[in-house]
């Protein structure tokens, strides 16, 4: 068994290492997402965007649902499957092509637009300009896919962790992005975080970010509304309690006719670790063998009930199935699919 703060000594050394400390630390600052879209877009250059913006637009009955990407990063591998047997961890590693010293990782926030609300689920880590970086996009995607950050009402944070509630807050004039949205965030992760001891819980990897996050939560102090897990947040989508890469993390179901929605945020990280392994154990999470069983009960949710999975840190755009297979499950990619 390895001990939390073995864990963490390494996992930090890793993580600095690759340079992803800045998706907590600096990313949660700086912002491309300014509100103007008009600024971004004297400002961008071909230099600057890399890729096209990307976004994917899809309806789920009358549902329209726009899933954004926030840009990419990598995680040390070693962080992936640390309790696994070594020989296993290798051959499933090569088997399903994950990389032996890092894993690329997507982030993809989600707008969700329903009759009377226009949800976005997360918000990306702001920006980076850490080498090899390419997130905090969230702002330059929502432009081309001509959504005002003005029109979001609501925006739930699955959890506080930087790469999903850094795009909140303009790094340099401390603007709110959202002027006109909502803050839900489970009671129990905004207790956490605004925690006087917060500091004495986290491992030691986590605490360079803390900082970041607790300046967020300070820029944004009024505007949350704190619901309880399994909650419905506004009319048609609810909250299902799924603790363990965070205290108060939940996952968001979207009911939309007779289809489900399932954003598992940071629950479900890999498509092929998680779905295939789950008991396997995510050095990133607070509490991983909490975090494993909650893995194993969407997944088994998902699969008996055929929902539609969006995983943030998927591979873009995020979207499949799971399948149950023996005492596991599968990853199914769901195709693209076209609007008129
Ligand atoms: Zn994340």
């Known amino acids: 068994m390895v001990t939390n703060k073995n864990k963490s000594n390494l996992n930090r050394r890793q993580f600095i290492r690759t340079g992803a400390a800045a998706l907590a630390g600096a990313a949660i600052v700086p912002s491309v997402l300014s509100g103007r879209p008009a600024e971004i877009a004297a400002n961008a250059t071909i230099d600057s965007i890399h890729n096209s913006p990307g976004f994917y637009r899809f309806t789920l009955n009358e549902a329209e649902i726009t899933v954004f990407s926030d840009g990419s990063f990598r995680l040390p ?15 499933f590693f090569r088997s399903r092509m994950i990389p032996f010293d890092e894993v690329p990782m997507q ?14 689920v997360d918000t990306g880590s702001g920006f980076s300009d850490q080498e ?22 609501v925006v739930i944070l699955t959890h506080a962790h930087p790469d999903h509630l850094g795009g909140l807050v303009h790094h340099e004039t401390q603007d709110a992005i959202f002027p006109n949205a909502e803050i839900v965030i489970s009671d129990v992760e905004l207790d956490f975080w605004t925690d006087n001891n917060v500091s004495m819980q986290l491992p030691d990897w986590m605490g360079p970010f803390l900082p970041g996050i607790q300046s967020v939560m300070e820029t944004m ?28 993390h939940i996952s968001i179901v979207l009911e939309a006719g007779d289809q489900e929605l399932l954003i598992v945020g940071d629950s479900i990280t890999n498509i092929h670790i998680d779905f295939e392994n789950p008991d396997w154990l995510f050095a990133f999470d ?8 909650t893995r194993k009960r969407l997944l088994d949710m998902a699969a008996t009930d055929g929902m539609l999975i969006l ?4 591979p873009f755009p995020g979207l499949g199935y799971a399948l149950k297979r023996s005492s596991a499950w599968q990853w199914y990619p769901a195709g693209w699919t076209v609007l008129p």
């Open 221 to 248: 102090d009024g505007r949350f509304r704190t619901i309880s897990a399994g909650d419905e947040i506004v009319s048609g989508i609810r909250s299902i309690a799924s603790p363990g890469h965070t205290k108060g």
């Open 107 to 120: 982030s993809s926030p989600v707008l969700i637009k329903t009759e009377n609300h226009r949800v976005l």
């Open 132 to 153: 090899g970086s390419n997130i905090g996009r969230l702002g330059m995607a929502m432009q081309t896919a001509g959504i005002s950050p003005n029109s979001i009402n």
């Open 286 to 293: 607070l509490e991983p063998e909490t975090a494993s069983n």
């Open 311 to 314: 995983g943030y840190h998927f």
């Open 77 to 91: 591998s070693e962080i992936f499957a640390f309790s696994a047997d070594q020989e296993k961890r290798e051959e």
